[in-house]
């Protein structure tokens, strides 16, 4: 009986993980759209950014659902890896898990870490300006003033750099991730291979599409 309850409280923390990580794939993916239209119009960029900066259902509601989203799923996955090493206490001397895995499976804790770093930074960067900018400075509305803050950010060489290295490392993150959260919520059927090639392309259109913003802002600045 132990070892079942065992068994069905590591199989639910798995399930909540993988919803938490297919919902913030979706933001992702609204975020790398909003960042997009910079590349091809500043009034469009502002724009978006000012509805969505001054909407009281995104700042109050689905903003606030995203932070607990991205510490909820960031703390299941350090309890879940700490489980798996605490089962296997003996390391396997002649274990070769490069031939049974890949380097992004084997290492989702790292690349999640880098992430995490990342969207702390990321927090640092525009989130809490933006809160000082609106709820402590009370300074008037400016709906121009969001493109020129986000290319400001790329004007470093060194913070495009790691900007990008993060997004590469996200884009591993999400090559395992996405096609073992539908595993983890037993979704196996006649769509999964579209599935898990639909998971592969989002791994990496969006990651460089956020690197091609990037570096775009950073050499037309």
Same mark, same amino acid.
């Given at each position: 009986?132990?070892?079942?309850?065992?068994?069905?409280?590591?199989?639910?923390?798995?399930?909540? +993980?993988?919803?938490?990580?297919?919902?913030?794939?979706?933001?992702?993916?609204?975020?790398?759209?909003?960042?997009?239209?910079?590349?091809?119009?500043?009034?469009?960029?502002?724009?978006?950014?000012?509805? +969505?900066?001054?909407?009281?259902?995104?700042?109050?509601?689905?903003?606030?659902?995203?932070?607990?989203?991205?510490?909820?799923?960031?703390?299941?996955?350090?309890?879940?890896?700490?489980?798996?090493?605490?089962?296997?206490?003996?390391?396997?001397?002649?274990?070769?898990?490069?031939?049974?895995?890949?380097?992004?499976?084997?290492?989702?804790?790292?690349?999640?870490?880098?992430?995490?770093?990342?969207?702390?930074?990321?927090?640092?960067?525009?989130?809490?300006?933006? +809160?000082?900018?609106?709820?402590?400075?009370?300074?008037?509305?400016?709906?121009?003033?969001?493109?020129?803050?986000?290319?400001?950010?790329?004007?470093?060489?060194?913070?495009?750099?790691?900007?990008?290295?993060?997004?590469?490392?996200?884009?591993?993150?999400?090559?395992?991730?996405?096609?073992?959260?539908?595993?983890?919520?037993?979704?196996?059927?006649?769509?999964?291979?579209?599935?898990?090639?639909?998971?592969?392309?989002?791994?990496?259109?969006?990651?460089?599409?956020?690197?091609?913003?990037?570096?775009?802002?950073?050499?037309?600045?």
């Amino acid at each position: 009986m132990a070892k079942s309850a065992l068994l069905k409280s590591s199989i639910a923390k798995k399930v909540a +993980m993988a919803l938490s990580g297919l919902f913030l794939m979706l933001f992702l993916a609204q975020h790398f759209f909003i960042n997009m239209t910079s590349v091809f119009s500043s009034d469009t960029f502002n724009s978006i950014s000012h509805y +969505m900066g001054n909407n009281p259902l995104v700042q109050f509601v689905i903003q606030p659902i995203l932070i607990v989203g991205v510490i909820f799923h960031f703390i299941m996955g350090f309890v879940l890896d700490f489980k798996n090493r605490s089962a296997r206490p003996i390391a396997y001397a002649k274990n070769n898990g490069a031939a049974n895995s890949s380097w992004a499976s084997r290492n989702m804790i790292v690349t999640g870490s880098v992430v995490l770093a990342f969207i702390a930074l990321h927090f640092y960067d525009f989130w809490f300006p933006e +809160m000082v900018y609106k709820y402590v400075d009370v300074s008037p509305l400016n709906e121009t003033r969001y493109f020129h803050e986000m290319t400001e950010k790329f004007e470093s060489p060194v913070r495009t750099a790691l900007y990008s290295i993060s997004f590469l490392l996200l884009s591993l993150h999400l090559w395992h991730g996405f096609n073992s959260s539908f595993q983890s919520v037993g979704f196996n059927n006649k769509y999964s291979k579209s599935l898990h090639t639909l998971g592969y392309a989002f791994a990496i259109v969006v990651p460089f599409g956020f690197i091609f913003i990037a570096l775009f802002h950073h050499f037309n600045h």
